[in-house]
């Protein structure tokens, strides 16, 4: 029975938990994890002697524009949030698919001379001169996805579904194309390509600064979605265009046109056989534009040489996969992505998972394999530079299972040379063209977060300014392995732990594609931690199906992604409570979001033995109803494998609930819809199995602070009053 009655009870316990717990979890969401005030979306100019970065304050989401100056450690404030924020349904769409939450100044983009930056605030754009901090209104309103062209003197800008230039030394507009309507988008990605292709693209500028190419987008077959907001009833219901499982998707092609506006000339190829773009890169030098497409499986990618002058592709490359493709990583949507040209144009760098991990190749022109460049027990993570002149490159990569770290090797591979010792999670950011500098953003294994700024040998030059609060809780986190399958694992006990006690265990999890739980960066952990602090002991395990181990690994889940997930995580916390005396294993909830959400009921259900409460967030129910190119990949289609869907689904098994669950779930949500949530309740009602329900206002992501510390609360109190939590002398 589904009842607002225990939703009622719920809040009162959430409100009734203590004070320490409510204020714990109230730091954690009004300084989002204590992140705000970091560093964010570091840049060095390419002349190394400027840093651009981010920043809001250490309990706002307003982000600002500064500038280092390394050689002082002066950080000046560049450009500030002027006026009220005015967000079209299709940018904050363009957010939700981004996970951007943050507001302010939320981007910028530099020309190629590092002396121009584009700052986007909303639906408005600044022009601003990096070494006077001049800055500049562009004309107009209402635009969103802007580019800057290399040599900063033009912006190609999206406004009512069309592509427009604007020449920023006098504020003349262009608009490249016509007839743009709700379903018929240019210069934007579409929705599979922006929520699980990770291409937030749809416009690109030839390195002359004189041709775009652009995506138009037909959504037109798509079904229709209409999301309603319970709290402003008279408010129209908004129409999204959402592409469920074996439904038709947005149809695309890729236009080229002068910067000044004319005729479009299409570029070709099967994109009846090759449906997604994952990829479009228009790389500087003599390399050509180049495009990398996939079928719609996602089985098979093929990477095409495009001839501008006529639209022509040729095939350089075909990878293909029975399970499935992973697309190349390093697809940072600023020209950084894979492949990347030589810039002599006599070949390009590509990676691949062969012999069961990702590596780093070298091709010639024509596709084939001249070698590889990352030797075998050094898994790639990212290509983060390359220097033709030095012979080098510079990539992320995995030490272990758990960490990144930065290297450098050349071109004809060798010996890595290791940049960052620090243990834990690094990431590297290089201007185009300036190989001497970068940015290094850490998560470390110490609990620290720091960006900085490292020469081309790793040495720290300076350290940005982070005016972020530090953590009020310490992680105590202990990282082992797990079961016969050596799964990677995580143990987060309470600050007051005591030997000789038995704890009640949570599992966090996610267990599914795409995403790792288990990875040296305790500051990651910080909301497990507070939980932990109030008498649990958190694990969080990676099994079968999960990224970061090899290809076998990830892929074992195909075509069912839950049998398998579910016995690792079983066994997983078996394994464990056998070395660790401490962890009742009588006493065991389990709480995830989104796919996690939905693991989450289907241990509550199916394994009762071992689960004995459950806290579901956002839960895909039905895969059926979640969208094409996330569930085909895996599953394939509905109409190609209803057995895999079946066995996939929650409510297959919803008549043997028998465990107290509580599922939580935004009524805006447009990424995992309501209606999962209510096809799941209705099971249970059906059923005559009793549930509980705790509906939010929002969308997939819990932005508003209030919000986010209740659900904290609320999931805390329910596990706290299911588990009955308190700690018990052996």
Sequence with gaps: MALSLPGLLLAAAAHAAPAAGGQCYADLAATRNFTLGLPRHAQPTPDGRTVLFLRSGP??????????????????????????????????????????????????????????ALVSQADRLMRIDIGTGKVSDVPGRGWIAPRLSPDGTHVAVVRDN?????????????????????TLTHGLAEFAAAEELARPDGLWWSPDGQTILYEEADSSGVEKHYITDPQHPATQPVEFRYPRAGTANARIRLGLVARNGGPTRWVQWDSTGFPYLARAVWPKGRGPLTLVVLNRAQTEERVLRVDPATGRTTTLLTERDPAWINISPSGDGRGRSLPRWLPDGS???????????????????????????????????????????AGTVTITANPDRIRTAIYR????????????????????????????RFIDSLSGADGSAVTTLRDADGHVLATLPSVA??????????????????????????????????????????????????????????????????????????????PGRDHDWERATKNNLIDLPLQDQVDGLIALGKRYPELDLDHVGIHGWSFGGYFTAMATIRRPDIFKAGVAGAPPADFADYDTAYTERYLGTPQDDPDGYRVSNVLTYAASLSRPLLIMHGLTDDNVYFENTMKMTQAFITAGRPYNLLLLPGTHMLTDPILRAHVDEAREAFLATTLKASATPH
């Design 469 to 546: 609060e530090t953590p009020t809780l310490t992680p105590h986190v202990e990282y082992t392995r797990a079961g016969t399958r050596d799964m990677d694992a995580m143990i987060i006990r309470p600050a007051t732990f005591k030997p000789g006690q038995h704890y009640p265990v949570v599992l966090s999890v996610y267990a599914g594609p795409g995403y790792k739980e288990v990875l040296d960066a305790p500051r990651l952990d910080l909301e497990s931690q507070c939980m932990a602090d109030h008498g649990f002991i958190v694990v969080s395990l990676d099994g079968r199906g999960t």
């Design 409 to 436: 090797l050349s071109l004809q591979g060798g010996t890595p040379v290791l940049l960052t010792p620090e243990a834990g999670l690094h990431a590297a950011t290089f201007a185009d063209g300036g190989h001497t």
């Design 347 to 389: 070949g390009f760098l590509w990676a691949a998972e062969r012999n069961g991990h990702w590596q780093l190749e070298l091709r010639h022109a024509d596709g084939t394999l001249d070698h590889a460049i990352t030797p075998a027990g050094l898994p790639f993570v990212s290509l983060d530079d390359v220097d033709a002149e």
């Design 59 to 116: 309990r706002d989401t307003t982000l600002h524009l500064w500038r280092l100056d390394p050689a002082t450690g002066t950080a000046t404030e560049l450009a500030r949030p002027t006026g009220t924020e005015t967000l079209s349904v299709e940018e904050k769409a363009r957010r939700e698919r981004a996970r951007m939450s943050l507001t302010g100044i939320t981007d910028f983009t530099q020309s190629d001379d590092g002396q121009t």
């Design 162 to 182: 069309d592509v427009h230039v604007v020449t920023l030394a006098n504020g003349q507009t262009v608009r490249l194309t016509h007839g743009g309507t709700d």
